[in-house]
């Protein structure tokens, strides 16, 4: 059975960093875009970011962009999301999804589809 494994969560101080990794199992990421979403109690779940199959596109929600790098090492076949200068709000439960490219028009659907789940990791951000 197909499935993603993040890791890399855990609790920091405000400013401060952290790397999470979603490595898959029984599928090759090679084929799918990746998105990273997160969901903290009591609000809807946002994405966060997406990387194209061969990492030449990328994407950030506004409240997080210049903080975070989404990449990907398909050799290794795992995407991470770097995150960096992290603030309280920030906390969540960090989840990647894989959507099957099939068309152009597949990276502009990552944050609305997805074939895989994972999940999850949790990121609490606090003093």
């Known amino acids: 059975q197909p499935q993603l494994v993040e890791s890399g969560g855990g609790l920091v101080q405000p400013g401060g960093s952290l790397r999470l990794s979603c490595a898959a199992r029984g599928l090759i990421l090679d084929y799918y875009v990746i998105g990273w979403f997160r969901q903290a109690p009591g609000k809807e779940r946002e994405g966060v970011s997406c990387i194209s199959s061969n990492g030449g596109r990328t994407n950030y929600a506004d409240s997080v962009k210049g903080r975070f790098t989404i990449s990907r090492d398909n050799a290794k076949n795992t995407v991470y999301l770097q995150m960096n200068s992290l603030k309280p709000e920030d906390t969540a439960v960090y989840s990647c999804?894989?959507?099957?490219?099939?068309?152009?028009?597949?990276?502009?659907?990552?944050?609305?589809?997805?074939?895989?789940w994972g999940q999850g990791t949790q990121v609490t951000v606090s003093s």
């Open positions: 999804t894989a959507l099957r490219v099939i068309s152009s028009r597949t990276f502009s659907m990552c944050l609305y589809e997805y074939n895989y």
